[in-house]
């Protein structure tokens, strides 16, 4: 099946630094990519939808200065979160849709800001 | 409002035991309907509905959609302690300006006890 690669796993920050994370589709081109973000025994929250070439879709509630969002190729996109905050902290996960618009899902990304 | 209710949120079973998951929405532009089973980390894809009265089966796990009665069901049956998981249901559909998305039900919690 097709392969999405999250990366880092986990990062441990300091409060007001900035951290970036990868998610690249191995082996399709993916044309969109979801970001969400989910807390413990919740649901996933989608946070921004982003398309290849274009300015991503952040949804309601979501600050896009602090989570910056590019899609610069077919098989990249990272988020980037700015100045992290104790509040920041959370699982975050990236999925790619392929030609056949299923979703593929990266291993996520376990983000604690101290 | 777009929504999806998963039904029950969180279920106990014995072995061997079948159990059936519930998934009802409420979405404009309705494409597709996925499922997918998280464990402990990102999820992973079992079965994406379009059609209605399609049944897709995969080993022990079925699921079926209802598009008149906008509901599925994902079916597993002889389970097992593997299958102890947060089975997610989610509705893809196009909303304004042609922009894909999805939104997430909160999940069903299985335990499966030996």
């Known amino acids: 099946g097709a392969v999405v690669s999250q990366h880092p796993s986990r990062v441990i920050c300091k409060s007001g630094t900035s951290v970036k994370i990868e998610c690249r589709s191995l082996d399709f081109q993916a044309t969109t990519m979801f970001w969400y973000r989910q807390f413990p025994k919740q649901s996933l929250m989608l946070m921004a939808t982003s398309n290849e070439g274009s300015k991503a879709t952040y949804e309601q509630g979501v600050e896009k200065d602090k989570f910056l969002i590019n899609h610069a190729s077919l098989t990249l996109s990272t988020l980037t979160v700015t100045s992290a905050h104790p509040e920041d902290s959370s699982f975050y996960i990236c999925?790619?849709?392929?030609?056949?618009?299923?979703?593929?899902f990266g291993s996520g990304t376990q983000l604690s800001v101290l | 409002e777009d929504k999806v209710v998963q039904s029950p949120l969180s279920l106990v079973v014995h072995e061997g035991d079948t159990v059936t998951l519930n998934c009802s929405y409420e979405?404009?532009?309705?494409?597709?309907l996925l499922w997918y089973k998280q464990e402990k980390k990102a999820p992973t894809f079992l079965f994406m509905l379009?059609?209605s009265g399609i049944e897709k089966k995969s080993g022990r796990l079925s699921s079926i959609l209802d598009k008149k009665e906008l509901f599925s069901i994902l079916n597993i049956t002889a389970t097992q302690t593997g299958d102890s998981a947060v089975y997610l249901c989610a509705v893809d559909g196009v909303w304004a300006g042609n922009n894909r998305k999805l939104i997430w039900g909160l999940g069903t919690s299985l335990a499966v006890n030996p």
């Open positions: 979405v404009t532009n309705f494409r597709s």
């Open positions: 999925s790619a849709s392929s030609v056949n618009e299923k979703l593929f």
């Open positions: 379009t059609s």
